[in-house]
T-cell receptor, first 116, second 113 residues
Framework: GAVVSQHPSWVICKSGTSVKIECRSL??????MFWYRQFPKQSLMLMAT?????????EQGVEKDKFLINHASLTLSTLTVTSAHPEDSSFYIC????????????FGPGTRLTVT | GNSVTQMEGPVTLSEEAFLTINCTYT??????LFWYVQYPGEGLQLLLK?????DKGSNKGFEATYRKETTSFHLEKGSVQVSDSAVYFC????????????FGKGTKLSVKP
């Protein structure tokens, strides 16, 4: 089946620094990728939708200058958390849509970000 | 707009017990319905899906039937195992195959030996 990877799986950074999270579709091409944030008590929040070669579409309330998304190729999207603060600590999950499989959506394993 | 409501957890069961996790939805048109499972420390995996009314999705002993008349997609398993302990998310996708997934809040299941 289709596989989506994320790197790193966990990261600790200091407040004020930036951290980049990569999302890759390993065996299919994904023109559309999604970034989610998972809060305590499970709730998943869609942050943004990225389309290869164009700007990401951010959900209401998500700061696009803080959460930079780049989808430069059909297999890679990156999320950069800029000037991170402790409140940005969370579990970030990416997802990729496979057009060849009736737009099935596959999820990465997630990245645990801790900002100290 | 479209939305998904699933039962609050956590749900704690003994091994071999019967499981039901309720899920109802609100949507215009004819959405596709999904159940995803998240094991501890991992991302989401598709458990099963149904794309039209009266379809039954099934996988790993779990099943759910798309009920348009009651706008429901309840997840069931006849005999749970400790390894089924996870968080379960009900989701819908409206707007055709290119629509976005909309998730319920998740239900944590713990199965005790």
């Amino acid at each position: 089946g289709a596989v989506v990877s994320q790197h790193p799986s966990w990261v600790i950074c200091k407040s004020g620094t930036s951290v980049k999270i990569e999302c890759r579709s390993l065996d299919f091409q994904a023109t559309t990728m999604f970034w989610y944030r998972q809060f305590p008590k499970q709730s998943l929040m869609l942050m943004a939708t990225s389309n290869e070669g164009s700007k990401a579409t951010y959900e209401q309330g998500v700061e696009k200058d803080k959460f930079l998304i780049n989808h430069a190729s059909l297999t890679l999207s990156t999320l950069t958390v800029t000037s991170a603060h402790p409140e940005d600590s969370s579990f970030y999950i990416c997802s990729a849509r496979d057009q060849a499989e009736y737009y099935e959506q596959y999820f990465g394993p997630g990245t645990r970000l801790t900002v100290t | 707009g479209n939305s998904v409501t699933q039962m609050e957890g956590p749900v704690t069961l003994s091994e071999e017990a019967f499981l039901t996790i309720n899920c109802t939805y609100t949507a215009t048109g004819y959405p596709s319905l999904f159940w995803y499972v998240q094991y501890p420390g991992e991302g989401l995996q598709l458990l099963l899906k149904a794309t039209k009314a009266d379809d039954k999705g099934s996988n790993k002993g779990f099943e759910a039937t798309y009920r348009k008349e009651t706008t429901s997609f309840h997840l069931e398993k006849g005999s749970v195992q400790v390894s089924d302990s996870a968080v379960y998310f009900c989701a819908l996708r409206g707007g055709g195959s290119q629509g976005n997934l909309i998730f319920g809040k998740g239900t944590k299941l713990s199965v005790k030996p």
